[in-house]
């Protein structure tokens, strides 16, 4: 038997190792589903009687589509869209790559889900090219806003909760390509260099 490489995931309860830094707890799994259940019941409510096209961002908005979709209870039908913003290590440097072929959106009311919203870059771009498409509509959910850092005023319709600039990791959101399979959020602590 081969022995596996050693994970780049360790977990306590106080402290995750992923990749090179390390994270302490931030928001716990059951808030989480508390913050998700609020977004459902809001959308629930503002949609009832209609018919959405949930569109869900990858790949960090995976999880929370997941389980946001799970409480909806409006006729939906469900899109990815591929979109990266490029970064430096934690740092946005302001560009996206959104991928090029887009799911048909004419006249639907689409409903785009994000994990967080840093900047604003990415979900500016993303709602000017939606909107192109001539959907009915167009609204916002995302788990996460960190206000200090966006760019210029954002009008999100369903934000779950708002946090510091600090950068987060967990629930669909990854470091470096780790972590994204975290039930809860963790927060980046001081690094010790
Ligand atoms: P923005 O374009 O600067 O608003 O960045 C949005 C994207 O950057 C999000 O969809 C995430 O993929 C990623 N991002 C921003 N902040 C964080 C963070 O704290 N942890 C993990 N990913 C983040
Ligand atoms: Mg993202």
């Known amino acids: 038997m081969t022995m596996p490489m050693a994970p780049s995931l360790s977990t306590d309860t106080n402290s995750v190792r992923v990749h090179d830094r390390s994270f302490r707890p931030?928001?716990?799994?059951?808030?989480?589903?508390?913050?998700?259940?609020?977004?459902?019941?809001?959308?629930?409510?503002?949609?009832?009687?209609?018919?959405?096209?949930?569109?869900?961002?990858?790949?960090?908005?995976?999880?929370?589509?997941?389980?946001?979709?799970?409480?909806?209870?409006?006729?939906?039908?469900?899109?990815?869209?591929?979109?990266?913003?490029?970064?430096?290590?934690?740092?946005?440097?302001?560009?996206?790559?959104v991928e090029e072929v887009f799911p048909d959106l004419a006249d639907r009311n689409v409903l785009i889900v994000e994990d967080i919203i840093d900047t604003g870059n990415t979900i500016v771009e993303l709602i000017k090219q939606i909107s192109s498409l001539h959907p009915a509509s167009v609204t916002v959910a995302a788990l996460l806003s960190k206000p200090e850092m966006h760019k210029e005023r954002l009008l999100i319709d369903y934000v779950g909760l708002e946090i510091g600039p600090d950068f987060v990791v967990g629930y669909g959101m990854d470091y470096a390509g780790y972590g994204r399979e975290l039930d809860s959020i963790w927060i980046v602590e001081d690094d010790p260099a």
């Open 26 to 97: 931030h928001i716990s799994s059951e808030k989480i589903r508390s913050v998700v259940a609020d977004i459902a019941r809001r959308i629930n409510k503002d949609f009832a009687g209609q018919e959405l096209t949930v569109l869900i961002i990858l790949r960090g908005g995976f999880v929370f589509g997941a389980d946001l979709v799970r409480m909806l209870k409006v006729p939906c039908k469900i899109e990815t869209l591929r979109a990266a913003s490029y970064h430096t290590g934690m740092m946005s440097k302001g560009m996206i790559d």
